[in-house]
């Protein structure tokens, strides 16, 4: 294999593509578990509104977050379509999955198509972002699904606790 070949070869990535509210994030897909069908979650009390509950899947309890509501989405939930899919991390957490409205598919972008997260939120910038990727079907906000599972605080703030 000659030395230009070898450059092409790790600039490659391969992500796998998703949409919520109607927008096209991807994810690198070394960084996902697996990808599963939307199970609802139960709900565990005391939990914040991006904190679905949780699922069994596979013997383990797999935390499940929210991305419309950690975006800030202000629809209320019965006027949200109903996720299709998980995407299963591990985070620093433990094992987290993501709803998604739909998969798009898996494919290939090279580094140089990708943008930097210059100037974006705090959150963002400190490892949930990787950058903007220019693909076929579009632009797509390209996410460290471990790095937001491992950062979102799922506790709410209340001040009671639970009765022994």
Same mark, same amino acid.
């Given at each position: 294999?000659?030395?230009?070949? !070898? %450059?092409?070869?790790?600039?490659?990535? /391969?992500?796998?593509? @998703?949409?919520?509210?109607?927008? $096209?994030?991807?994810?690198?897909?070394?960084?996902?578990?697996?990808?599963?069908?939307? !199970? %609802?979650?139960?709900?565990?009390?005391? /939990?914040?509104?991006? @904190?679905?509950?949780?699922?069994? $899947?596979r013997g383990e309890i797999v935390g499940v977050i929210d991305l419309r509501v950690w975006f800030q989405d202000e629809k209320s939930p019965s006027r949200r379509p109903t996720p299709r899919a998980l995407i299963v991390v591990d985070s620093h957490s433990?094992?987290?999955?993501?709803?998604?409205?739909?998969?798009?598919?898996?494919?290939?972008?090279?580094?140089?198509?990708?943008?930097?997260?210059?100037?974006?939120?705090?959150?963002?910038?400190?490892?949930?972002?990787?950058?903007?990727?220019?693909?076929?079907?579009?632009?797509?906000?390209?996410?460290?699904?471990?790095?937001?599972?491992?950062?979102?605080?799922?506790?709410?703030?209340?001040?009671?606790?639970?009765?022994?």
């Amino acid at each position: 294999m000659n030395q230009d070949m !070898q %450059t092409d070869l790790k600039s490659t990535e /391969t992500y796998i593509l @998703y949409r919520f509210q109607g927008e $096209l994030y991807g994810t690198p897909l070394h960084m996902v578990r697996e990808v599963v069908p939307f !199970q %609802t979650p139960r709900s565990v009390p005391n /939990t914040k509104k991006n @904190y679905l509950g949780i699922v069994h $899947l596979r013997g383990e309890i797999v935390g499940v977050i929210d991305l419309r509501v950690w975006f800030q989405d202000e629809k209320s939930p019965s006027r949200r379509p109903t996720p299709r899919a998980l995407i299963v991390v591990d985070s620093h957490s433990g094992v987290m999955a993501a709803s998604v409205d739909t998969i798009e598919g898996v494919c290939q972008l090279d580094s140089k198509d990708i943008e930097s997260p210059k100037g974006m939120p705090g959150t963002f910038a400190s490892g949930g972002m990787i950058g903007i990727g220019k693909f076929r079907q579009g632009l797509a906000t390209l996410l460290d699904l471990r790095a937001l599972c491992s950062a979102i605080d799922i506790a709410t703030e209340r001040k009671e606790r639970w009765a022994s």
